[in-house]
């Protein structure tokens, strides 16, 4: 199994805008390649010193094939169309694991 995080931060100033176009829009359409099983979404609890606020968006697949054609064929959109949506007011990153146990 494979699990592929991304964590965005997100300025509270656009925090509720960016939650709800996740939620309705970007979660849906990672979800639409069938590319992944299910996924998680959690709050990152940290206190920022800028003020923004983490997100941590959990993907599952059972092919690191399927997280690559991913990241090649279908990301390079959406990550264009939040950077578009929230310039300036995010930042993100990804980090991809394998289960081990």
């Known amino acids: 199994m ?20 996740a939620t309705t829009a970007y979660i849906p359409a990672v979800l639409n390649t069938q590319l992944f099983t299910g996924y998680k979404m959690y709050k990152v609890l940290h206190d920022s010193e800028d003020g923004s606020i983490s997100y941590s968006i959990q993907f599952f697949s059972s092919s690191l094939d399927n997280v690559v054609k991913f990241l090649e064929v279908f990301a390079p959109q959406l990550v264009e169309r939040q950077r578009q949506m929230f310039n300036h007011k995010h930042v993100a990153f990804r980090t991809l694991l394998e289960e081990v146990k």
């Open 2 to 21: 494979y699990l592929f995080n991304e964590t965005v931060g997100i300025d509270a100033s656009v925090e509720q805008e960016w939650l709800a176009w």
